[in-house]
């Protein structure tokens, strides 16, 4: 039977706050994680991401095997490994702690401290996926995107779900401000799949940049959702982002499984539109913390 693993000096980082790339790509490049050839996406938005990486996920697995996609998410609900999704089961407490321990012991001992809590967790989802040899991970952006620690990936491609107001100490509070933030993810010449172009503020930003990057846009249509095949019993803010979803593995080439086999949401995400039983009465669970997210959940 497996030891309880103590991840409290990790713990130890919670609450601290450090945006740039820089403390996290001089760790990357001592633990000589492949930042470039790996096929990776990354997933922003004030809200959806959590769902729409977890259909992508569902949807590529379905396609290449289960052991064969990489889900880095967050927060986690219950335990620390619901963070990092590989087949069935998250990622066992023993791998991540081996590999932890490998980050911590690679790294110079000054640059290890300077890094925050989801700095070392992507670089742990990295690893990890490294160490599984999956062929493709989806990576959901922490907070922005433009200085988020995830970004220092070459993603094959982006995802942008919504914009809305969140974060703005760190992020602006105008809408065209976090967009600008969100669209930091778009890469060169690589496809940039947009959620929300009824949002007309944020999609002239994020036309704006796609442009700059010379990165073919996708953007989401009303009729893709209607289209899309998910349950009408779904909220609509999920069917919108299954299309989106959908949308980007079709992309890739990706043959669809119905909506069905999916089940009613991605099972990965606890504490979202979760229906309960508590003592014979139903709850509806959601962890939408802002203006917008409220508002798609009522």
Same mark, same amino acid.
């Given at each position: ?25 001089? =760790?990357?490049?001592e633990? =000589?994680? +492949? ?12 809200? /959806? ?13 379905s ?8 889900l ?7 335990h620390?490994?619901?963070r990092?999704?590989?087949? +069935?089961?998250?990622?066992? +407490? ?6 932890? +321990? ?5 790294l110079?001992?000054?640059?290890f ?39 220092? $990936?070459?993603?094959?491609a ?23 933030e ?19 503020? =944020?999609? *002239? ?7 700059? *990057? ?12 209607? =289209?899309?095949?998910?349950?009408a ?34 099972? $990965? ?10 003592e /014979?009465?139903p709850?509806?669970?959601d ?5 917008e ?6």
């Amino acid at each position: 039977m497996d030891q309880p693993v103590d991840f409290s000096y990790l713990y130890s980082k919670r609450g601290t706050m450090k945006l740039g790339l820089e403390r996290i790509h001089a =760790a990357a490049q001592e633990l =000589a994680i +492949d930042l470039v050839t790996k096929p990776r996406i990354l997933v922003a938005g004030t809200n /959806g991401k959590g769902s729409t990486a977890g259909f992508l996920w569902q949807i590529l697995r379905s396609h290449y095997g289960p052991q064969s996609v990489g889900l880095f998410t967050s927060p986690h609900l219950r335990h620390f490994r619901e963070r990092f999704q590989v087949g +069935d089961q998250p990622v066992a +407490d023993q791998t991540l702690a081996e590999e932890l +321990d490998q980050i911590r012991s690679s790294l110079y001992p000054e640059l290890f401290d300077q890094l925050s809590f989801f700095e070392i967790n992507t670089l742990l989802a990295l690893r990890v996926f490294e160490r599984v040899g999956t062929h493709i991970d989806i990576m959901e952006v922490g907070l922005g995107g433009r200085l988020d620690s995830t970004n220092i $990936c070459q993603a094959k491609a982006s995802v942008i779900t919504t914009i809305g107001h969140d974060h703005e100490e760190f992020l602006g509070s105008t809408m065209a401000a976090i967009a600008g933030e969100k669209a930091g993810i778009i890469k060169p010449r690589t496809p940039v799949f947009w959620g929300e172009p009824h949002n007309t503020e =944020a999609d *002239q930003v994020i036309r704006r940049q796609a442009a700059a *990057q010379d990165a073919p846009l996708h953007r989401l249509a009303r009729e893709e959702i209607a =289209a899309s095949g998910a349950p009408a019993d779904w909220p609509y803010y999920l069917r919108q982002n299954y299309a989106l979803a959908q949308k980007v593995a079709q992309h890739w080439g990706v043959d669809l499984p119905p909506a069905a086999h999916l089940g009613a949401r991605p099972y $990965c995400l606890r504490g979202r539109f979760q229906r309960l039983l508590w003592e /014979g009465s139903p709850y509806l669970v959601d962890g939408c913390h802002n203006p917008e997210g409220v508002m798609a959940l009522v």
